[in-house]
């Protein structure tokens, strides 16, 4: 199993990743051994969605999609205010 999550970050910014082991993670995440990535330096995070996947290439391709997505696109996703998802998809072709 494969699992596509978003977190909040400190700074209220937004991060998504992807991973098999979901708990193991956010621990990472939480305490990294690297100071220098993203999540490390916007300190405490905070998981606020995830689904998981049968396998690592659909994980992979549904985090590929939500890196392009805008904050308030994931927001209304997380919400399940997927008439508002439509409405911000639209906006970008318009």
């Not at 998504?16 to 305490?31: A, C, F, M, P, Q």
């Not at 300190?43 to 391709?61: D, G, I, R, T, Y």
């Not at 890196?67 to 205010?81: E, F, H």
Request: aromatic share 12%; glycine share 6%; hydrophobic share 35%.
């Amino acid at each position: 199993m494969h699992y596509v999550y978003i977190l909040k970050c400190g700074d209220e910014t937004l991060y998504n990743g992807e991973t098999h082991d979901l708990e193991k993670r956010l621990y990472e995440h939480n305490k990294p051994e690297n100071v220098n990535t993203y999540t490390a330096k916007r300190l405490p995070v905070e998981l606020l969605w995830f689904q998981s996947f049968p396998n690592k290439w659909q994980a992979f391709k549904v985090e590929r999609q939500l890196k392009g997505w805008s904050r308030k696109k994931k927001l209304a996703m997380i919400a399940g205010k997927w008439d508002l998802v439509k409405i911000l998809s639209r906006g970008k072709t318009s």
